[in-house]
């Protein structure tokens, strides 16, 4: 094989993996290539919920029908979750999970099967790795190569690909110790690990050389970085890190936990002008009852003094929050509960999703199931919620000047940037190229998207 074709799927995290792998195939002499030209497709994927494991089979099927000739590779979430349900699936030829991805490429390069990587291996079916036969056959006849294991407890790191992306995700922590009732991820992630402090600033470097304006720090759960390296390791400590020994300039921090947003680290967002004022907090629910059922560790109450606390400090930052409807017990009270209290905090935008039942969670076990056409409704009166919240937001930011990253995008035929705060603005007349760290003016909103106008920093 020469050529390759990779798509993620997911989070930012699983983003971030993808960069390593198509960092590493390139490093072993593979070249990128389109979709219908490929030897070899490899989805790095996702499970988060059904939808997203559809997702996966409808693309592996739309492969195999235009390019017939290509293999698939298929890693990430749902290998490792559900590798039975992607192996019969035409042109796989490898399913290799998170327990194995990576080592991904060496397993590509070693024709001779699966020997070398699964001695030690514990598949989680129970049964013994399917071999592989030679890359140049038509059509594994004995079936995929089935790479499935225990995920360790090792953090591991590629060198950081500097692709054509403007904001590269650096992933600095993965896996999870937390048990949400809903939430597949740690089974699939394994325990929380975190990567070395000075590896992290050997990547910021590296992407800082690179010319890149703006890097993202993420991981699974990105405030547990640091609590498997020692006492004197954390989050904060991190960022304070990256801000003193680097240039880079500006940090972005991606998801993270409502009960890791203390007020030293929002003080530090504050008072930094390299750090983007953006926050996204998950949340879950506005109703104790329902978080309780979900075992999320944190009150309505303690969530909320967070929310404040930012927007005490940081009158135009960006806002946001997972929200999810229909979660098994929820009823109409909890929904107008969560509404309400949706409405009375400062949020700038919300990802919001239908509950979606995980084999093996706690969840998916409880009786009390909601009805798909219940939850939609409630998710079409959370959007119709946040709409109405972001319009506020958008109009209040007219008239000022935000720092803002040009993006590789744009819209009708002109640049976009995303501000600190958050808000991707249209530049109409402008001519700046992607990366640059410029100045917005806000001049309007336009069916409900920034425009404005640009000079340089």
Request: with cysteine; glycine share 8%; charged share 25%.
């Amino acid at each position: 094989m020469s050529t390759f074709h990779i798509i993620n799927f997911g989070c930012r995290a699983s983003h971030a993996d993808g960069a390593a792998i198509k960092s590493q195939l390139m490093a072993k002499g593979l070249t990128e290539a389109g979709l219908d030209e490929s030897e070899l497709a490899v989805l790095n994927t996702c499970t988060v919920t059904a939808a997203a494991d559809a997702e996966v089979r409808q693309v592996i099927r739309r492969i195999h029908r235009s390019n017939p000739r290509c293999k698939i590779l298929v890693t990430g979430c749902y290998a490792q979750r559900a590798p039975d349900e992607l192996t019969g699936l035409p042109g796989v030829a490898w399913v290799i999970g998170n327990s194995h991805k990576h080592a991904l490429v060496n397993i590509l390069a070693d024709n001779s099967g699966s020997r070398s990587e699964s001695d030690n291996m514990q598949p989680l079916d129970g049964r013994e790795p399917v071999e592989e036969l030679p890359p140049d056959s038509e059509a594994p006849a004995v079936g995929p190569l089935v790479l499935v294991g225990e995920v360790g407890d090792t953090f591991h790191h590629a060198p950081v690909f500097a692709d054509d992306r403007t904001r590269p995700t650096l992933k600095v922590q993965d896996g999870c110790d937390a048990r949400c009732s809903f939430c597949v991820i740690p089974y699939v992630r394994g325990a929380s690990r975190s990567m070395h402090p000075d590896q992290v600033i050997n990547q910021v470097r590296e992407l800082e050389r690179s010319g890149y304006q703006e890097i993202v720090l993420s991981g699974i759960n990105l405030g547990g970085y640091g609590r498997d390296l020692g006492r004197c390791i954390n989050f904060l400590g991190l960022v304070e890190r990256i801000l003193s020994e680097t240039s880079i300039p500006r940090l972005r921090i991606s998801s993270i936990e409502p009960m890791d947003v203390s007020r030293e680290l929002i003080d530090r967002v504050a008072t930094e002008p390299r750090m983007a004022q953006h926050f996204h907090v998950p949340l879950q629910s506005g109703s104790d009852r329902v978080l309780r059922l979900m075992n999320r560790r944190y009150w309505t109450t303690q969530y909320a003094d967070r929310i404040l606390a930012i927007r005490e400090r940081m009158p135009d930052c960006g806002i946001g929050a997972d929200v999810m409807t229909g979660f098994p017990g929820e009823t109409d009270a909890d929904h107008r509960e969560s509404l309400r209290f949706i409405e009375s905090l400062p949020f700038t935008y919300l990802h919001i999703f239908p509950y979606s039942a995980r084999p093996g969670t706690p969840a998916a076990a409880r009786a009390e199931q909601v009805d798909g056409r219940r939850i939609h409704e409630r998710v079409r009166e959370m959007k119709s919620l946040i709409a109405a919240k972001r319009s506020r937001f958008l109009h209040s930011q007219i008239g000022k000047k935000l720092s803002a990253v040009v993006l590789h995008k744009t819209e009708h035929g002109f640049p976009v940037a995303l501000t600190s705060n958050y808000l991707q603005v249209s530049l109409p007349g402008a001519s700046v190229p992607p990366n640059t760290l410029i100045n917005v003016e806000i001049g309007r909103v336009d069916g409900g998207k920034p425009v404005g106008r640009a000079a340089l920093q």
